[in-house]
T-cell receptor, first 117, second 115 residues
């Protein structure tokens, strides 16, 4: 199916465990993003990637690691999960970014609800 | 620095009534402005966007928003609410000369529709 998918949709883990959230898009968009959504905070950018092998920190990167070896995949890893990382995580992608001609419309996946006990 | 403020975390209207969701932004350069909608247990989807040109922007599902530079506002409206409009709505801003990483989302407004 075309679009952007995330897996798993729901995950429960324990403090200190490593967790990887997967994101896959079929549009060959250059830019991909990871956000977390928490009540009262809206969406906050964790990491983004401008292309394969190019990643950069967003607003709240601490405790997270990303990689992008292929254009279509952008996994997010919590190296040692903490309770404060309990959240809903959204992956998004956009074809172009920056510049006067870009509109930066982002397309979002369905989200992963992560609970850290 | 760019920022977005959504006034009211929860708005409740009757079915058939006017919907007004408020958004004010702060930007030192001409902004690009967005409204996204999130239905329960789903990701965000674009409702409408303002880049340049006409300040009244029409989106999907009968929503529209007007960019008012003098008021730094981008309020979302719909003349007649429908039960299916119940969702969370996010205003977002991107400045013209910065990278995609600078899209800032507001904290969201949850819209409830009363029968």
């Amino acid at each position: 199916d075309a679009g952007i998918t995330q897996s798993p949709r729901y995950k429960i883990t324990e403090t200190g465990r490593q967790v990887t959230l997967m994101c896959h898009q079929t549009w060959s968009h250059s830019y991909m993003f990871w956000y977390r959504q928490d009540l009262g905070h809206g969406l906050r950018l964790i990491y983004y990637s401008a292309a394969a092998d190019i990643t950069d920190k967003g607003e709240v990167p601490d405790g997270y690691v990303v990689s992008r070896s292929k254009t279509e995949n952008f996994p997010l890893t919590l190296e040692s999960a903490t309770r404060s990382q309990t959240s809903v995580y959204f992956c998004a992608s956009t074809e172009t970014s920056g510049g006067a001609s870009s509109t930066d419309t982002q397309y979002f996946g369905p989200g992963t609800r992560l609970t850290v006990l | 620095a760019q920022s977005v403020t959504q006034l009211g975390s929860h708005v409740s209207v009757s079915e058939g009534a006017l919907v007004l969701l408020r958004c004010n932004y702060s930007s030192s350069v001409p902004p690009y402005l967005f409204w996204y909608v999130q239905y329960p247990n789903q990701g965000l989807q674009l409702l409408l966007k303002y880049t340049t040109g006409a300040t009244l922007v029409k989106g999907i599902n009968g929503f529209e928003a007007e960019f008012k530079k003098s008021e730094t506002s981008f309020h979302l409206t719909k003349p007649s609410a429908h039960m299916s409009d119940a969702a969370e709505y996010f205003c977002a801003v991107r400045t013209l000369y910065s990278s995609a990483s600078k899209i800032i989302f507001g904290s969201g407004t949850r819209l409830s529709i009363r029968p």
